[in-house]
């Protein structure tokens, strides 16, 4: 009776010891499954922030979407913060940090230091003077770049507000369905069309909590 009771136990220890390597390996395989699932979202995101994607993927996106208090990212350009940013750009492309400083500093440059979006409010900032306008949404469009790539403008038209707010301002994030933006390029003016082929200068913006070092990382993890 003994040995049959001791065969019996060590049969359940081994069972169970069987259950538990089957749960484990199935939980591998569920972890290398989710692992696996989200490389292939993470690829196909970083193809659409390239600028590859289909037209049927762009989505119409609302102003709240840049909604916040932002701020340029051109003064940290000009005072060496974002150096390291350069240097790094050497490294992996075709030109030297001073060639990728100078092009930087035609795309990020501008007068207006702030911005300030709520509602269909849109603020703009120099020093301490400020206009406003409301903007309402005017379609999107998209552009094909020289080396192939792609982006979306997402176009918004002055429907009040005051004269010198412009007529026109179109975003470009890399994000091209609704989302929270973490960043954006700004384009403005008081033609829809001419906007649309400025190509050389694209104010840049950080939300306004952000400090100089802060806005450094988020370039460098990008």
Same mark, same amino acid.
């Not at 749960?23 to 196909?44: G, M, T, Y």
């Not at 790539?149 to 470009?172: C, M, T």
């Given at each position: %009776?003994?040995?049959?009771? !001791?065969?019996?136990?060590?049969? $359940? &220890?081994?069972?169970? *010891?069987?259950?538990?390597? #089957?749960?484990?390996?199935?939980?591998?395989?569920?972890?290398?499954?989710?692992?696996?699932?989200?490389?292939?979202?993470?690829?196909?995101?970083?193809?659409?922030?390239?600028?590859?994607f289909a037209d049927d993927q762009?989505?119409?996106?609302?102003?709240?979407?840049?909604?916040?208090?932002?701020?340029?990212?051109?003064?940290?350009?000009?005072?060496?913060?974002?150096?390291?940013? %350069?240097?790094?750009?050497? !490294?992996?492309?075709?030109?030297? $940090? &001073?060639?990728?400083? *100078?092009?930087?500093?035609? #795309?990020?440059?501008?007068?207006?230091?702030?911005?300030?979006?709520?509602?269909?409010?849109?603020?703009?900032?120099?020093?301490?003077?400020?206009?406003?306008?409301?903007?309402?949404?005017?379609?999107?469009?998209?552009?094909?770049?020289?080396?192939?790539?792609?982006?979306?403008?997402?176009?918004?038209k002055k429907v009040a507000g005051?004269?010198?707010?412009?007529?026109?301002?179109?975003?470009?994030?890399?994000?091209?369905?609704?989302?929270?933006?973490?960043h954006y390029h700004l384009y403005?003016?008081?033609?829809?069309?001419?906007?649309?082929?400025?190509?050389?200068?694209?104010?840049?913006?950080?939300?306004?909590?952000?400090?100089?070092?802060?806005?450094?990382?988020?370039?460098?993890?990008?």
């Amino acid at each position: %009776m003994t040995k049959v009771l !001791k065969k019996l136990s060590y049969v $359940a &220890a081994i069972s169970t *010891a069987l259950g538990l390597t #089957g749960l484990v390996s199935a939980h591998a395989a569920s972890e290398h499954k989710h692992s696996h699932s989200h490389s292939h979202a993470d690829e196909a995101q970083k193809k659409v922030h390239e600028g590859y994607f289909a037209d049927d993927q762009v989505k119409a996106r609302p102003l709240s979407d840049w909604e916040g208090d932002w701020q340029s990212v051109y003064p940290y350009l000009v005072d060496g913060t974002l150096d390291p940013v %350069m240097a790094d750009k050497a !490294k992996h492309g075709d030109k030297s $940090a &001073a060639d990728y400083r *100078a092009y930087y500093d035609v #795309g990020y440059k501008t007068d207006v230091d702030r911005i300030l979006i709520a509602g269909s409010k849109v603020t703009f900032f120099r020093g301490e003077t400020a206009v406003n306008g409301d903007y309402e949404t005017d379609g999107h469009e998209i552009l094909t770049y020289k080396k192939g790539n792609r982006g979306v403008r997402f176009i918004f038209k002055k429907v009040a507000g005051d004269e010198a707010a412009p007529a026109f301002i179109q975003f470009s994030d890399h994000i091209i369905a609704p989302e929270k933006a973490g960043h954006y390029h700004l384009y403005w003016g008081d033609d829809r069309a001419a906007v649309l082929k400025e190509l050389t200068n694209w104010p840049t913006y950080y939300p306004a909590n952000l400090d100089g070092k802060q806005i450094l990382e988020e370039m460098l993890a990008h």
